[in-house]
């Protein structure tokens, strides 16, 4: 018998996340685009759960948002200004406070950010030039990620939804808007990694019995000793 699915969270009806979340209100308006492949095959997938959190956000599925309504429509609204959160030497860094109130003129600010493996993110990128064209942002001097169930691939790699957590940080001390939730983000994170550990410990103990052998424990010692991180994710030129 299948389980039961919460179809807001994408987690099993009994160990819905629904009901602990409080979106936040901002005046930032976040955009993720998920790759098919977080939605079809990631169970713990932060950029769905950050989401959650947001109450002025949306969640769109794909691979290129060229002829994407709801994407077209945000990035061409005269009101609206739209960015891409993505490093390198053309971002404008708002941990330096590059992006100013007077830049925006009186529009809502609108973040695209790109929910996908790290192998992933470049193709998407490639193949939507809309998002291309965007200004980019980015934070510097971010925390080292706090995974533990997923080695990530390189310092400075974030999940989608530290990611998210370092911007409104970086957008609160600027000025840009306000984070009055800064603990529940982190929580949830680390609330979903302990009950991904612990459901992978249980099943480990008692053996896979669908596939006749045992499933590896999950990764629980500390993550390894990284340099400190300045972007939330490997610069690559987009060719």
Not at 126 to 141: A, E, H, V
Not at 214 to 222: G, L
Request: glycine share 4%; net charge positive.
């Amino acid at each position: 018998m299948s389980r039961v699915m919460c179809y807001r969270c994408y987690w099993p009806a009994q160990h819905c996340w629904c009901g602990t979340i409080t979106p936040m209100a901002t005046r930032t308006k976040f955009v993720f685009l998920m790759h098919p492949y977080e939605h079809k095959r990631v169970k713990a997938n932060t950029g769905r759960l950050t989401h959650l959190c947001l109450s002025d956000s949306e969640l769109h599925l794909g691979i290129g948002f060229d002829e994407h309504e709801a994407v077209q429509a945000l990035i061409n609204d005269p009101k609206n200004y739209p960015v891409l959160l993505y490093p390198g030497p053309e971002a404008r860094d708002l941990s330096k406070g590059e992006l100013h109130a007077a830049d925006l003129a009186g529009r809502r600010l609108v973040v695209f950010l790109l929910d996908a493996t790290w192998r992933l993110v470049r193709p998407m990128l490639r193949t939507s030039l809309s998002l291309q064209k965007l200004p980019r942002i980015m934070f510097s001097n971010a925390a080292p990620s706090r995974y533990v169930i997923k080695r990530q691939p390189e310092p400075g790699c974030l999940s989608t939804l530290e990611a998210t957590h370092e911007l409104l940080t970086a957008l609160d001390r600027s000025g840009l808007d306000t984070y009055p939730q800064p603990e529940q983000l982190l929580t949830l994170f680390q609330r979903m990694q302990d009950f991904q550990i612990r459901r992978t410990e249980e099943n480990a103990l008692l053996g896979d019995s669908r596939h006749g052998h045992r499933i590896r424990t999950a990764r629980t010692d500390p993550p390894r000793a990284v340099p400190k991180r300045h972007r939330i994710f490997p610069v690559t030129p987009v060719s």
